[in-house]
């Protein structure tokens, strides 16, 4: 499966040609580097405090905390621009040209990423709720409603309030009401996961094309082509994407650790190569990444970390980066011969 060979103190890093990129810390503060393949520093960014960065397309655009917006050539970190004020930049509110998203000094705004200039929607006060790019159109979620805007004109498509139709009721009798937990493209529609209900929306109209309610509540989902995947506390979960229906459901409670069975606790799915890799938090404070094969249903590998929670996990070519709230990426390495 995968074996662990390297920590750092830093963050995942992001892939360009032969370019590994990604945020490490040096002393009190995070600074920007370039890692070899062996993930030995190579270049590091002239300034400290970086909180962000992204890569997009032959440029590297990384913010200053509190100070500023920087944006370098990838190949030999030319400055191209400056921009005098710190943006946080998501990938997920980007296109091609463009970062969408709030900014408490500036407001509502759309940024040119190649020409670093500003350009201010609302002024007077920041968009509430979170906001990603969703094909052309920008998706808002703000209690319990769903917001569809063009991004050429920000004007608004339509809303659908989620507070009454996805509603459901506890086990102690009280009725809570629908929250949006998170949204994805899927095909030409939005799939929109609350507590217990994952719906299919028509991107142009707002209309529901189908939804169902689950049988427990998932905090996020991981698509692959037209299934989406979840685990969270004790329950696995596959869904065909299609049609909403329920391919398996599980429930896991327990997993073996040095000959005893253990309470395991999961989230944070990520699909990679036929298998749901995901946080595993074990009785006792142990965190660990495992890995669950959806055909069975069954968890086929588990690793430990140690005492500090899961954040995120990802992929490129032979490795996983496992990152964990105290700061620390772990790297590990697939065994070819496993």
């Given amino acids: ?45 002239f300034e400290d405090k970086i909180n962000n960065f992204i890569l997009k397309g032959n440029d590297v655009i990384y913010t200053v905390y509190n100070e500023k917006t920087i944006s370098r050539k ?6 191209n621009y400056v921009l005098e004020h710190p943006l946080i930049i998501f990938k997920k509110n980007c296109d091609d040209r463009y970062f969408y998203g709030n900014n408490k000094r500036l407001g509502f705004i759309k940024f040119d990423l190649l020409k670093g200039k500003v350009k201010t929607i609302y002024r007077e006060k920041k968009i509430e709720g979170l906001i990603e790019l969703i094909q052309d159109y920008i998706v808002r979620i703000y209690s319990g409603q769903l917001f569809v805007y063009n991004k050429t004109e920000f004007s608004l498509l339509w809303q659908k309030d989620f507070s009454k139709i996805a509603e459901y009721q506890e086990i102690d009798g009280s009725i809570e009401t629908g929250e949006i937990r998170e949204v994805y493209n899927y095909k030409d529609t939005i799939a929109v ?23 427990w509540g998932f905090m996020a989902l991981s698509i692959h082509k037209n299934r989406a995947y979840s685990c969270y506390g004790f329950h696995f979960i596959e869904i065909n994407l299609d049609t909403l229906e329920v391919i398996n459901f599980q429930r896991m409670e327990y997993e073996e650790h040095k000959n005893k069975p253990h309470f395991a606790i999961m989230n944070h799915p990520v699909y990679h190569e ?18 669950i094969d959806p055909n069975t249903g069954k968890r086929v590998w588990i690793h430990p970390i ?10 490129h070519e032979d490795k996983m980066f496992v990152h964990d709230i105290d700061g620390t990426l772990h790297i590990y390495e697939k065994n070819k011969y496993a």
């Fill in 306 to 315: 140690g005492v500090y929670d899961i954040n995120s996990i990802a992929f």
């Fill in 274 to 291: 036929g298998l749901v890799f995901h946080a595993v938090r074990l009785e006792g404070g142990l965190h660990c990444v495992g890995a």
């Fill in 1 to 45: 499966m995968y074996k662990e060979v390297l920590k750092l103190n830093g963050g995942v890093p992001e892939f360009y040609r032969d370019k590994i990129m990604g945020l490490k810390k040096k002393e009190k503060y995070l600074k920007l580097v370039e890692y070899d393949s062996q993930f030995n520093t190579v270049w590091d960014s």
């Fill in 193 to 215: 996961l609350t507590q217990l209900y994952v719906f299919k929306i028509d991107i142009l109209t707002g209309g529901i094309i189908s939804q169902q309610k689950l049988p």
């Fill in 74 to 79: 990838i190949t030999d970190f030319s400055l």
